[in-house]
């Protein structure tokens, strides 16, 4: 059985990319939809770095539970920056990405990723809560599109 989940797992993720979805719960919102699409990229990537963990390791359940709530967070914030962040819902994200990155130290320390692959999740993960950050400063949020350089 784990031998096939792994053949799916990597018909699944060869080459990964996101088909262009026409739903958007951010409407003009482009700040917002960006850090969403960016919590989906790093989503997957979680769920890569655990694709070869044992169904019965925790450790591996937590970050895909994680990968879950990161989604669920980033999308409750989809009327926070329209009307400027709501600091309760902007704090739980910014709690969840630091507990995130947590797990993905956990799975470096355990040996079931490098520290290269941890650390650049790591990077992503902080990118995604300045960016977030970055975005509820502005009234613009709706408008303005933030680059990397920003």
């Given at each position: 059985?784990?031998?096939?989940?792994?053949?799916?797992?990597n018909e699944r993720t060869s080459g990964v990319v996101f088909p262009s979805?026409?739903?958007?719960?951010?409407?003009?919102?482009?700040?917002?939809?960006?850090?969403?699409?960016?919590?989906?990229?790093?989503?997957?990537?979680?769920?890569?770095?655990?694709?070869?963990?044992?169904?019965?390791?925790?450790?591996?359940?937590?970050?895909?539970?994680?990968?879950?709530?990161?989604?669920?967070?980033?999308?409750?914030?989809?009327?926070?920056?329209?009307?400027?962040?709501?600091?309760?819902?902007?704090?739980?994200?910014?709690?969840?990405?630091?507990?995130?990155?947590?797990?993905?130290?956990?799975?470096?320390?355990?040996?079931?990723?490098?520290?290269?692959?941890?650390?650049?999740?790591?990077?992503?993960?902080?990118?995604?809560?300045?960016?977030?950050?970055?975005?509820?400063?502005?009234?613009?949020?709706?408008?303005?599109?933030?680059?990397?350089?920003?």
């Amino acid at each position: 059985m784990d031998s096939e989940r792994n053949m799916k797992d990597n018909e699944r993720t060869s080459g990964v990319v996101f088909p262009s979805v026409r739903s958007n719960p951010f409407g003009s919102n482009v700040s917002g939809d960006k850090a969403y699409r960016r919590a989906e990229r790093i989503a997957a990537a979680l769920y890569i770095l655990t694709k070869y963990m044992s169904d019965n390791e925790p450790l591996r359940t937590h970050v895909r539970e994680a990968a879950h709530a990161l989604l669920r967070d980033i999308m409750q914030l989809r009327v926070g920056f329209r009307v400027g962040a709501d600091a309760a819902e902007t704090s739980r994200l910014h709690a969840r990405v630091r507990e995130t990155i947590s797990l993905v130290q956990l799975l470096s320390v355990g040996g079931y990723v490098s520290k290269e692959n941890a650390d650049m999740v790591t990077r992503a993960l902080e990118e995604l809560s300045q960016f977030v950050d970055a975005a509820g400063a502005t009234a613009l949020a709706e408008r303005t599109t933030f680059t990397r350089e920003d």
